[in-house]
């Protein structure tokens, strides 16, 4: 059974940084993509960056130079580091992997972005 679980969230103040770390365990032997989503207070869940375990990252607009995606070597763990923060990147960051035809969650970490 693969499992997610993400760290690193929190309070952060306009323009301060956060780092997001998701470990997976379980079988993802073999290619497979883990992201990062986030859904904000009444709206839909939306992709904010994904890398694949070979391959070119993915950035949502918002994300494109303020976020970077990366993985360990292992490819276990995935991190979102997260500069420049605005409020409304406020939201619940999601940790997602896909392998061989299915999609797994994690439970979700808050990130408040508020003075």
């Known amino acids: 059974q693969v499992q997610l679980v993400e760290s690193g969230g929190g309070l952060v103040q306009p323009g301060g940084s956060l780092r997001l770390s998701c470990v997976a365990s379980?079988?993802?032997?073999?290619?497979?993509?883990m992201g990062w989503y986030r859904q904000a207070p009444g709206k839909e869940r939306e992709l904010v960056a994904r890398i694949p375990s070979t391959g070119s990252t993915t950035y949502a607009d918002s994300a494109k130079g303020r976020f970077t995606i990366s993985r360990d070597n292992a490819g276990r763990k995935v991190y979102l580091q997260m500069n420049s923060l605005k409020s409304e990147d406020t939201a619940v960051y999601y940790c997602n992997l896909r392998h061989i035809g299915r999609e797994y969650w994690g439970k979700g970490t808050l990130v408040t972005v508020s003075s």
């Open positions: 379980g079988n993802i032997f073999g290619f497979n993509v």
